[in-house]
């Protein structure tokens, strides 16, 4: 009984003893686990370290090989331009083998193509021409042959400025643009209200949203093209009545010089004739010389362009009439203005000199001289006047 009792009391205990021995030996287990990964991370550690010691080393290498490099280019320029210009020669030799022999397996061939390609060519210029002189109709046939007489209408003072009427309406308007560059054009109900002294008085200011830049604007149907200021070869076409842009465009190739060298303000002259808007400018690839581009007004597009022979050096303005172009020039210190280039895009007229055709009874400078095709006259601006000069015109021949 007494053994029994025995029994019962150590079972207990050596439960307890047992439970506490599993515990130690799970920490025991879980200690050499976390010992385990700290030597695994140590050791990771040690080659990143060990890693970023090459690639430093690595790096230090480079940089003295790219030093070096670059300290010896300089010697080695020599030596590659002469193997460059050594392997040039070589394949000029190869092209010129190649050449003789294409040429002379396929002479007559060659001589066929060529015939072809001339006729295609001239069928394509007729057709120009043929399409050309529709869209110029036979309206025009008429040449200027002298300028007869100049009215000073009035004096405004200003060194540049162009002044003109709308060709393209009714009304008698007359439309003042004062400098090169600005942002308000001012409308006169008549000639009559532009000549009284205090002309600004009676004038209807109309204010860009864009200034314009130099004296080449025109006013057509409603609309005034010019310009931009600060852009080199965009065209603006503002509504005056309902006061909008109402499109714009971009002229190739101008911009870059001015259109006449005695008048540098104006990049881009813009003309009006009976055949209707024109565009003028000068491009440093024709050496300077004045090219001319019909344009769309109503679409704004270039309809064709024509590289002239006419000259801007000591040129001071331009105008188109009867699809003809008329350079007028001048001396730098100011003279007597002459017309010395005519350019017909036709054909009717070829390119010449003709001293004869001078501006009468005044000395000085053109800032702007405009054709107006309404009224057969030429709107000038010069040396701070407004003037009309009224032109003699003969039957092209």
């Not at 004062?178 to 009676?202: G, H, Q, R, Y």
């Given at each position: 009984?007494?053994?029994?009792?025995?029994?019962?009391?150590?079972?207990?205990?050596?439960?307890?003893?047992?439970?506490?021995?599993?515990?130690?030996?799970?920490?025991?287990?879980?200690?050499?686990?976390?010992?385990?990964?700290?030597?695994?991370?140590?050791?990771?550690?040690?080659?990143?370290?060990?890693?970023?010691?090459?690639?430093?080393?690595?790096?230090?290498?480079?940089?003295?090989?790219?030093?070096?490099?670059?300290?010896?280019?300089?010697?080695?320029?020599?030596?590659?331009?002469?193997?460059?210009?050594?392997?040039?020669?070589?394949?000029?030799?190869?092209?010129?083998?190649?050449?003789?022999?294409?040429?002379?397996?396929?002479?007559?061939?060659?001589?066929?193509?060529?015939?072809?390609?001339?006729?295609?060519?001239?069928?394509?210029?007729?057709?120009?021409?043929?399409?050309?002189?529709?869209?110029?109709?036979?309206?025009?046939?008429?040449?200027?042959?002298?300028?007869r007489?100049?009215?000073?209408?009035?004096?405004?003072?200003?060194?540049h400025?162009?002044?003109?009427?709308?060709?393209?309406?009714?009304?008698?308007?007359?439309?003042?643009?004062?400098?090169?560059?600005?942002?308000?054009?001012?409308?006169?109900?008549?000639?009559?209200?532009?000549?009284?002294?205090?002309?600004?008085?009676?004038?209807?200011?109309?204010?860009?949203?864009l200034?314009?830049?130099?004296?080449?604007?025109?006013?057509?149907?409603?609309?005034?093209?010019?310009?931009?200021?600060?852009?080199?070869?965009?065209?603006?076409?503002f509504?005056?009545?309902?006061?909008?842009?109402a499109?714009?465009?971009?002229?190739?190739?101008?911009?870059?010089?001015?259109?006449?060298?005695?008048?540098?303000?104006?990049?881009?002259?813009?003309?009006?004739?009976?055949?209707?808007?024109?565009?003028?400018?000068?491009?440093?690839?024709?050496?300077?010389n004045?090219?001319?581009?019909?344009?769309?007004?109503?679409?704004?597009a270039?309809?064709?362009?024509?590289?002239?022979?006419?000259?801007?050096?000591?040129?001071?303005?331009?105008?188109?009439?009867?699809?003809?172009?008329?350079?007028?020039?001048?001396?730098?210190?100011?003279?007597?203005?002459?017309?010395?280039?005519?350019?017909?895009?036709?054909?009717?007229?070829?390119?010449?000199?003709?001293?004869?055709?001078?501006?009468?009874?005044?000395?000085?400078?053109?800032?702007?001289?405009?054709?107006n095709?309404?009224?057969?006259?030429?709107?000038?601006?010069?040396?701070?006047?407004?003037?009309?000069?009224?032109?003699?015109?003969?039957?092209?021949?």
């Open positions: 009984m007494v053994a029994l009792q025995v029994h019962f009391l150590l079972i207990p205990s050596l439960m307890s003893i047992m439970g506490a021995a599993q515990y130690m030996m799970q920490d025991a287990a879980l200690l050499s686990y976390i010992d385990q990964r700290f030597l695994s991370l140590e050791k990771r550690l040690q080659k990143c370290s060990q890693d970023v010691l090459e690639y430093v080393d690595e790096f230090r290498e480079f940089s003295k090989a790219v030093l070096s490099r670059l300290a010896g280019l300089s010697t080695d320029k020599t030596e590659l331009k002469g193997e460059v210009e050594n392997l040039l020669r070589r394949v000029e030799h190869a092209q010129r083998d190649i050449d003789y022999f294409g040429s002379a397996r396929d002479s007559n061939a060659c001589v066929e193509v060529h015939e072809d390609l001339l006729k295609q060519q001239l069928l394509e210029e007729a057709e120009e021409k043929k399409r050309l002189k529709l869209m110029f109709n036979a309206s025009c046939d008429h040449m200027l042959a002298g300028i007489s100049l009215k000073v209408v009035k004096k405004t003072g200003g060194k400025g162009s002044w003109m009427k709308d060709p393209g309406k009714k009304h008698g308007k007359i439309y003042l643009l004062s400098d090169s560059v600005n942002n308000v054009i001012l409308e006169f109900a008549n000639i009559m209200a532009f000549m009284e002294n205090n002309e600004t008085l009676k004038a209807r200011r109309v204010p860009l949203p200034p314009w830049e130099g004296t080449g604007h025109v006013i057509y149907q409603g609309f005034l093209f010019y310009h931009r200021h600060g852009s080199l070869n965009e065209i603006v076409k509504n005056i009545q309902r006061r909008n842009v499109d714009q465009m971009l002229l190739p190739g101008a911009g870059r010089i001015p259109a006449y060298q005695l008048s540098p303000q104006t990049k881009i002259d813009l003309a009006l004739d009976e055949q209707g808007l024109w565009a003028l400018h000068a491009e440093p690839e024709t050496r300077g004045i090219v001319l581009t019909k344009i769309n007004p109503v679409g704004m270039v309809e064709h362009s024509w590289d002239t022979p006419c000259s801007s050096r000591d040129a001071e303005a331009a105008f188109m009439a009867c699809n003809t172009l008329h350079v007028v020039y001048n001396s730098p210190s100011g003279g007597s203005s002459r017309i010395q280039c005519v350019y017909d895009v036709l054909g009717a007229l070829d390119a010449h000199t003709n001293p004869g055709l001078h501006f009468p009874k005044r000395q000085g400078g053109h800032s702007t001289i405009h054709y095709p309404k009224e057969k006259q030429l709107f000038a601006w010069g040396d701070g006047s407004q003037i009309i000069y009224k032109l003699h015109t003969e039957q092209k021949v």
